[in-house]
């Protein structure tokens, strides 16, 4: 149980271009998503956190209008990077939680994106 | 605001050896604290977690973690190491009232010497 899911696993997109990232919960309804940005060799970076029907909650220093997220319902969030550059180049990670489990985090399996 | 600290950015172990895996936290109250393993280019997988009660803890693939308040200490154990559980292991603490969110340490890269 507790299965999210992560689409695409690998994406590789044109400088200028916007790329979105699918999470979703597969067999639970998840009450908040959160997501993550993950450099080689480094620990994860909490870019936002988002609970389905409200606006996403950004960390300090992540840009709104770069990283769009949208948590249109309870199994499905989605992180939009617009007009992409080389430097947004990373691993992005999604997890969720769900209410009768609310202070664990489960994961997908992360989303390598390289812009060039 | 909690921080959590790894010193061990690198371990290596060899096959069948034991293994402790360090993690030190810092906050005021009883956080709840997470021990997760990232394989390359995956997610992360819990391995198992503390929130109250009896202070060591049992998880996933023969892990245990102890808690020790005295210490802000929540070290990772396993008796024996097996060569598949080279991987990137990162320890995490969470508050009550945090909104849920999770500070996570700086990662252990664990290698297994066959």
């Known amino acids: 149980g507790a299965v999210v899911s992560q689409h695409p696993s690998w994406v590789i997109c044109k400088s200028g271009t916007s790329v979105k990232i699918e999470c979703r919960s597969l067999d639970f309804q998840a009450t908040t998503m959160f997501w993550y940005r993950q450099f080689p060799k480094q620990s994860l970076m909490l870019m936002a956190t988002?609970?389905?029907?409200?606006?996403?909650?950004?960390e300090q220093g992540v840009e709104k209008d770069k990283f769009l997220i949208n948590h249109a319902s309870l199994t499905l969030s989605t992180l939009t990077v617009t007009s992409a550059h080389p430097e947004d180049s990373s691993f992005y990670i999604c997890s969720a939680t769900y209410r009768a489990a609310k202070n664990i985090q489960y994961f997908g399996a992360g989303t390598r994106l390289s812009v060039l | 605001a909690q921080s959590v600290t790894q010193p061990d950015i690198h371990i290596t172990v060899s096959e069948g050896a034991s293994l402790e895996l360090r993690c030190n936290y810092s906050?005021?109250?009883?956080?709840?604290l997470f021990w997760y393993v990232q394989s390359p280019g995956q997610g992360l997988q819990l391995l198992l977690k503390y929130f109250s009660g009896d202070t060591l803890v049992q998880g996933i693939k023969g892990f245990e973690a102890e808690f020790k308040r005295s210490q802000s200490s929540f070290n990772l154990r396993k008796p024996s190491v097996h060569w598949s559980d080279a991987a990137e292991y990162f320890c995490a603490v969470g508050v009550a009232g945090g909104g849920n969110k999770l500070t996570f340490g700086t990662g252990t890269q664990l290698k297994v010497e066959l």
């Open positions: 906050y005021g109250a009883t956080p709840y």
């Open positions: 988002s609970n389905e029907g409200s606006k996403a909650t950004y």
